[in-house]
């Protein structure tokens, strides 16, 4: 069964960039498609951008050009770089794995916040 823990959340100022990471435990990544959502209370949770076990990445249109997933197989660790932040972009991103088309996890979240 496979764990994911995200990290690197925080509060940065509009136009400004942060990395978040989401490392599994409990099973190898490299058989998960992953991927990051993100949440604003009262909204629809957004599909922000995925990766398949073979690298194939996809983006929300309101991220793309903006933001980057990346996967690091041997670290167990999936990234999304978040550059040129908006407000808007203000949410709690959670990452998931999924094995072919079956959600297997979620993690917790971690909260990001742009603002002046």
């Known amino acids: 069964q496979v764990q994911l823990v995200e990290s690197g959340g925080g509060l940065v100022q509009p136009g400004g960039s942060l990395r978040l990471s989401c490392v599994a435990s409990g099973s190898i990544l490299s058989i998960y498609n992953m991927g990051w959502y993100r949440q604003v209370p009262g909204k629809q949770r957004e599909l922000v951008a995925d990766?398949?076990?073979?690298?194939?990445?996809s983006y929300a249109d309101s991220v793309k050009d903006r933001f980057t997933i990346s996967r690091d197989n041997a670290k167990n660790t999936v990234y999304l770089q978040m550059n040129r932040l908006k407000p808007e972009d203000t949410a709690v991103y959670s990452c998931?794995?999924?094995?072919?088309?079956?959600?297997?996890?979620w993690g917790q979240g971690t909260q990001v916040t742009v603002s002046s």
């Open positions: 998931y794995a999924q094995y072919i088309t079956t959600p297997v996890a």
């Open positions: 990766i398949t076990n073979s690298g194939r990445t």
